[in-house]
């Protein structure tokens, strides 16, 4: 079974395909807006949001057309947050979909809540970095999954040199969940075949 996992960012949009559980092909969309002062050379930008969607799009039709994954998982949008990245994730999110329906994919789509994505790597994650203390009723504290372990954990899984190309700020940790996005629905697949 081939999964797609994307997790959609409008500064590093991460695609990530697993063939039957292993990495298959990876992905970033980098696009910006083009008033930042600092620019990078791996990053297209545009004078406005739409421009910036658009180019995301493609690629994630490109992506489609490249993998034929048999699934697609997303990132569900975070309905507690509050701001213009919000809103602007959201018309990104309506858009990577509407680019679905435009393509003819007839693949499952599907979406997994972020909450629901750290604790699903929270499993992955050596023991001694699972907790935080105790609660006050004495029942082991979970850590609260940043950045780091999230990386961390789906090394755990492909390896310490898994992604190691990358680093924060040139997409590691979006490729790490897009990578738990993919695993996540693979995982859940695997058991009910």
Not at 40 to 49: A, M, Q
Not at 57 to 79: G, M, N, Q, R, Y
Not at 101 to 117: D, F, H, M, N, Q
Not at 122 to 134: I, N, P
């Amino acid at each position: 079974m081939k999964v797609l996992g994307i997790d959609q960012s409008l500064s590093k949009c991460a695609f990530v395909l697993l063939k039957d559980g292993n990495v298959d092909y990876t992905k970033l969309s980098k696009t910006g807006a083009s008033k930042v002062k600092t620019r990078r050379k791996d990053t297209t930008y545009y004078e406005t949001l739409q421009e910036q969607i658009h180019h995301i799009c493609v690629d994630l039709k490109d992506v489609v057309h490249i993998t034929k994954p048999d699934s697609i998982t997303f990132e569900a949008l975070s309905f507690g947050s509050v701001g213009d990245a919000t809103r602007n994730l959201a018309c990104l999110y309506g858009a990577m979909r509407e680019t679905l329906i435009s393509i003819g994919y007839e693949g499952t789509v599907t979406e997994v809540a972020p909450t629901s994505l750290k604790s699903y790597a929270h499993t992955f994650l050596d023991e001694k970095d699972k907790w935080d203390g105790v609660t006050k009723s004495g029942k082991p504290k979970k850590i609260k999954m940043d950045k780091k372990l999230m990386v961390s954990s789906v090394r755990n899984i492909y390896g310490e040199g898994y992604l190691s190309e990358y680093n924060y700020s040139t997409g590691l940790d979006d490729l790490a969940d897009a990578t738990f996005l993919s695993h996540k629905t693979w995982r859940e697949n695997e058991k009910e075949a």
